[in-house]
């Protein structure tokens, strides 16, 4: 029978994967069982993604013979807007349009939360909605929702944002807003991801992860 983290400290996991070079913090969530059902990870963009995916299930079975399914880590990496600045310069110089935050409200009504997110775009305003369970880590997935709803409005028909993670994590000493955003299209599904310091609140800096993972390419997605 494999191992589970019942027989392994949760803190001992986190500390073997976060020993791998890129990887800056990692959080794991197991089950009453001890079985991995999720695993957070914040990196530096040295290495690709599924790359780091493979080296933590090798590190996870050779200290501890523990598995876990691939599909259940998620990397979100840190630090791209340095690779990227050329080219970010490039699109600024091209006056490429960013979305500006109006407003965040995140309201709850017993088990149920619901944000909206209105940002603006070259004087347009788009509001986004998401509904989902009141808990603390589902409330923060709405806000990042809404705002992903609202920036679909701005791009064509054939493609569409969705959200595969969003969560506040801790990085030295400092709190930071973490966001994991897929782009899908008739050609196929892109990944990127984004992040913020927490200046504000917790829900600014949910969005400023979002627009930190997409503003770079609403220039070649949008139609409007």
């Given at each position: 029978?494999?191992?589970?983290?019942?027989q392994?400290r949760?803190?001992?996991?986190e500390?073997?994967?976060?020993?791998?070079?890129e990887?800056?913090a990692?959080?794991?969530?197991?089950d009453?069982d001890?079985?991995?059902?999720?695993?957070?990870?914040?990196?530096?963009?040295?290495?690709?993604?599924?790359q780091?995916?493979?080296?933590?299930?090798?590190t996870?079975?050779?200290?501890?013979?523990?598995?876990?399914?691939?599909?259940?880590?998620s990397?979100?990496?840190?630090g791209?807007?340095?690779?990227e600045a050329?080219?970010?310069?490039?699109?600024g110089?091209?006056?490429?349009?960013r979305?500006?935050?109006?407003?965040?409200?995140s309201?709850a009504?017993g088990?149920?939360?619901?944000?909206?997110?209105?940002?603006?775009?070259?004087?347009?305003e788009?509001?986004?909605?998401?509904?989902?369970?009141?808990?603390?880590?589902?409330?923060?997935r709405?806000?990042?929702?809404a705002a992903?709803?609202?920036?679909t409005?701005?791009?064509?028909?054939?493609s569409?944002?969705a959200?595969?993670?969003?969560m506040?994590?801790?990085?030295?000493?400092?709190?930071v807003?973490?966001?994991c955003?897929s782009l899908?299209t008739?050609?196929?599904?892109?990944s990127f991801t984004?992040?913020?310091?927490?200046?504000?609140n917790?829900?600014?800096s949910?969005?400023?992860a979002?627009?930190?993972?997409?503003?770079?390419?609403m220039?070649l997605?949008?139609?409007?």
């Amino acid at each position: 029978m494999d191992q589970g983290v019942s027989q392994v400290r949760v803190e001992d996991v986190e500390a073997a994967i976060s020993q791998i070079g890129e990887i800056k913090a990692a959080r794991v969530v197991a089950d009453s069982d001890g079985a991995i059902q999720e695993v957070h990870i914040l990196a530096l963009p040295t290495k690709q993604p599924k790359q780091l995916v493979r080296d933590i299930e090798s590190t996870l079975m050779a200290r501890f013979a523990l598995p876990v399914d691939h599909r259940k880590i998620s990397i979100a990496q840190l630090g791209r807007e340095l690779i990227e600045a050329e080219g970010q310069a490039e699109r600024g110089a091209r006056g490429e349009s960013r979305a500006r935050i109006v407003s965040i409200n995140s309201t709850a009504s017993g088990v149920i939360s619901s944000a909206v997110v209105t940002l603006e775009v070259s004087g347009v305003e788009y509001i986004g909605r998401a509904t989902g369970t009141a808990s603390e880590s589902g409330r923060m997935r709405q806000v990042a929702a809404a705002a992903l709803d609202a920036l679909t409005q701005q791009i064509s028909d054939c493609s569409a944002f969705a959200l595969e993670d969003a969560m506040i994590i801790q990085l030295g000493g400092k709190r930071v807003a973490a966001a994991c955003v897929s782009l899908v299209t008739r050609d196929g599904e892109q990944s990127f991801t984004g992040s913020a310091l927490v200046r504000n609140n917790d829900d600014d800096s949910i969005v400023r992860a979002i627009l930190n993972a997409v503003n770079r390419r609403m220039g070649l997605l949008t139609t409007k």
